[in-house]
């Protein structure tokens, strides 16, 4: 049987959904995908910092990371259209996630869980960390650990461009519209009613528009969890090398990595702190001079003497509930599928999101990986998934 699935948001997840659902032999029918921002200036897919870790702490998340570096490794094969190839420039230096001493019991069972994960990770002490990195202060430093595989970070934005460029070579219609509301014959959506007057009619809908799904949602009375947060993420140069730095997570919530000859900053804002929705997205400078300049000093004696240059700002697409996705069908419309609330790991687990809502779609449940534990049933019933290892 024929069906049309209409995908509301066409980033990373909702692109590698139309993906894997048009490479589907078992799929009948036509994907149409609305975006309504197809240059992706605001779209968090293209403004992340596009990194990929195994240090999670539910063995769900794992599994997806495991699946994300494996696709993208194959991805020039997988995703290639007329002879063009995506190099998504996949670096494997890892995470260094570093503890206080009120931090280390939480970091030693993070440890256990993905040991018994085979995740490779080290455990080190603080002076482990210096043999490994001569140029970091172990100052309240309590204990690290270090992905010695299959982490690190990639082109985001090119896997973004990828997945949208082979659904497209796969038959995938996108379209350049906004959704703005649904038309439904009770418990079941017919159409997708744009901003444009139109409408597109379909026999299933996935919610895959990031910080906006929550929104999305609601044109449905549905309480989707999912909130727009900024985050600020700053470019500077230090002339002073730093061998082997791998992306940094620091007990002040500072993160930063190497990014070509340059660097990248973040930081995430302390429990409490004011992190309201929906903010503009202008550049809060001030918090690269009040916060993560002071903070890569004391981490990196280097970065005492750096040179910012340019900053941009994006959408956290933040999960309020459990700081996880939301994924699969609602329990009263049927043919309506979450995919969104993915908490700043959207980017890396993109390729088995999409893989597991095409395997719903098409074959009637999930075949490779089980994601059940995302579904949206835990948030009627208020049972959070916990994912510790949140940055």
């Known amino acids: 049987m024929s069906r049309t699935v209409a995908i509301v948001g066409g980033g990373a997840i909702g692109s590698s959904t139309a993906y894997f659902l048009a490479s589907d032999p078992q799929f009948q029918g036509e994907v149409v995908v609305i975006e309504r921002d197809p240059s992706?200036?605001?779209?968090?897919?293209?403004?992340?910092?596009?990194?990929?870790?195994?240090?999670?702490?539910?063995?769900?998340?794992?599994?997806?990371?495991?699946?994300?570096?494996q696709f993208l490794r194959e991805a020039p094969d997988r995703m290639e259209v007329d002879g063009d190839r995506p190099a998504l420039s996949v670096n494997e230096k890892g995470y260094l996630?570093?503890?206080?001493?009120?931090?280390?019991?939480?970091?030693?069972?993070?440890?256990?869980?993905?040991?018994?994960?085979?995740?490779?990770?080290?455990?080190?002490?603080?002076?482990?960390?210096?043999?490994r990195f001569p140029w970091i202060s172990t100052e309240g430093i309590g204990a690290a650990s270090l992905g010695l595989k299959h982490e690190g970070w990639f082109d985001g934005y090119g896997l973004l461009q990828a997945f949208r460029r082979k659904a497209r070579a796969l038959g995938v219609r996108y379209l350049a519209e906004e959704a703005t509301g649904f038309e439904r014959a009770g418990d079941t959506i017919r159409s997708v009613t744009l901003k444009s007057g139109g409408n597109v009619a379909c026999d299933v809908v996935v919610d895959a528009a990031g910080p906006w799904s929550g929104k999305v949602a609601a044109f449905l009375g549905i309480d989707l969890p999912v909130r727009a947060r900024k985050r600020n993420v700053f470019v500077f140069s230090c002339r002073e090398p730093l061998p082997d730095c791998p992306l940094i997570i620091d007990p002040s919530g500072l993160w930063f990595r190497p990014e070509g000859d340059k660097y990248i900053a973040g930081i995430t804002p302390k429990e409490g702190e004011p992190d309201p929705d929906d903010l503009p997205l202008e550049v809060d400078h001030h918090i690269f001079d009040e916060a993560i300049w002071p903070a890569l000093a004391t981490r990196v004696p280097a970065f005492e003497s750096i040179k910012p240059s340019r900053a941009w700002a994006?959408?956290?697409?933040?999960?309020?509930?459990?700081?996880?996705?939301?994924?699969?069908?609602?329990?009263?419309?049927?043919?309506?599928?979450?995919?969104?609330?993915?908490?700043?790991?959207?980017?890396?687990h993109s390729p088995g999101v999409g893989r597991a809502v095409a395997e719903l779609i098409a074959q009637g449940g999930y075949r490779s990986l089980d994601l059940t534990p995302l579904s949206y049933d835990r948030v009627l019933e208020g049972k959070p998934l916990r994912e510790l290892n949140v940055f």
């Open 314 to 348: 994006g959408y956290y697409e933040l999960n309020t509930l459990d700081h996880n996705g939301v994924v699969g069908p609602h329990p009263a419309i049927g043919n309506l599928i979450f995919a969104a609330g993915f908490s700043g790991h959207g980017i890396q």
């Open 97 to 131: 996630v570093i503890a206080s001493e009120e931090g280390i019991p939480t970091l030693r069972e993070l440890h256990r869980i993905q040991r018994e994960l085979d995740v490779p990770v080290a455990l080190l002490e603080p002076a482990q960390v210096k043999e």
């Open 40 to 69: 992706y200036q605001l779209a968090s897919s293209a403004l992340s910092a596009s990194s990929i870790r195994l240090q999670f702490s539910t063995p769900l998340n794992i599994a997806l990371s495991r699946f994300g570096m």
